[in-house]
C-alpha cells in the first residue's frame, strides 16, 4: 500500500499528456459529428421514402437502425483510442486496449493505464460522456417525431371515423 501512494505522490501531469489527450477528444468529436450527420442523413432518406404509409414497426426500425450506426461510430471511436494506446506501449495488445478503453469510454472502468497516461483515462471518460449525450439528444429527437407523427396519425384515423359515422 505505501508503494501505492509513494507512486502516486511522484506523478505529474505532463504536457504532452495533455496535448494527445486533447487530440484524441478532438478527433473523437470531429469523428462522431461526420458519422451523426451521416447517420441523420441515411435515417431522413429512410423517413423520407417511407413517409406515406409508414406502420409503427418501420418507424421502431429506423429509430434502431439509427441506433445501430452509432454505436458502430462509438466503437470506431475506441478503435481510435485503442490503437493510441498500443502505439505508445500503454497496452499489451489491440484486444486489451480496445476492450479497457471501452469501459473506460463507458465510465465503467479505470486504472489500466500506465501512470504516464492517466489523464487519457479521464479524458476518454469525459469523450464518452461527450458522445453519448450528443447520440442521446439526437435519438430523442428522432424518436419524438416518430411519436408526434404516431400520434397525428391516430388522431387522422379517428377523425375520419368519427366523419364517417355522422
Request: charged share 15%; proline share 2%.
Amino acid at each position: 500500500m505505501h508503494q501505492f501512494l509513494e507512486r502516486d505522490l511522484t506523478y505529474v501531469i505532463r504536457l504532452d499528456e495533455v496535448l494527445w489527450g486533447s487530440l484524441l477528444l478532438a478527433l473523437t468529436l470531429v469523428i462522431h459529428g461526420t458519422a451523426l450527420v451521416r447517420t441523420l442523413g441515411a435515417s431522413t432518406v429512410l423517413m423520407e421514402r417511407t413517409k406515406q404509409d409508414r406502420p409503427g414497426y418501420m418507424s421502431m426500425g429506423i429509430l434502431v437502425f439509427t441506433a445501430l450506426m452509432i454505436v458502430l461510430a462509438n466503437l470506431f471511436e475506441v478503435i481510435v483510442w485503442a490503437t493510441f494506446f498500443v502505439w505508445k506501449e500503454a497496452q499489451p495488445n489491440i484486444f486489451s486496449a480496445f476492450y479497457n478503453s471501452l469501459l473506460n469510454f463507458t465510465t465503467l472502468q479505470a486504472g489500466y493505464l500506465p501512470p504516464r497516461w492517466r489523464l487519457l483515462e479521464g479524458m476518454l471518460g469525459i469523450c464518452g460522456l461527450l458522445t453519448f449525450a450528443w447520440s442521446t439528444s439526437i435519438l430523442s429527437s428522432l424518436a419524438h417525431g416518430f411519436m408526434e407523427e404516431a400520434i397525428a396519425q391516430e388522431k387522422e384515423k379517428r377523425g375520419s371515423k368519427l366523419a364517417i359515422t355522422k
